[in-house]
Nanobody, 116 residues
């Protein structure tokens, strides 16, 4: 059974930092491209960042320069380091695992709230 379990969300002030983690099980993690998406209330789910099985990264414009995605294949975990957080970063953040053209797996999400 595939599981993606996100953690690390919480309440942070503008300008602060958070590090999200997504622990994967039930898949050969090193073969999967991994990603972080987010969904704010009343909005669609949007890409934040992805990292391929080879380590190549891609970021949404809103995340460039502030967020860093990384992975640890030995720990079957993908991370999202978020710095200089803004009010508009408030959302539920979801982990995504994708292998070739197969349907992706999703985690249950972790809430990030940026508020003063």
């Amino acid at each position: 059974q595939v599981q993606l379990v996100e953690s690390g969300g919480g309440l942070v002030q503008p300008g602060g930092s958070l590090r999200l983690s997504c622990a994967a099980s039930g898949i050969i993690f090193s073969r999967y491209d991994m990603g972080w998406y987010r969904q704010a209330p009343g909005k669609q789910r949007d890409l934040v960042a992805t990292i391929t099985n080879g380590g190549a990264t891609n970021y949404a414009d809103s995340a460039k320069g502030r967020f860093t995605i990384s992975r640890d294949n030995a720990e079957n975990t993908v991370y999202l380091q978020m710095d200089t957080l803004k009010l508009e970063d408030t959302a539920v953040y979801y982990c995504n695992a994708r292998y070739r053209t197969w349907a992706p797996y999703w985690g249950q999400g972790t809430q990030v709230t940026v508020s003063s």
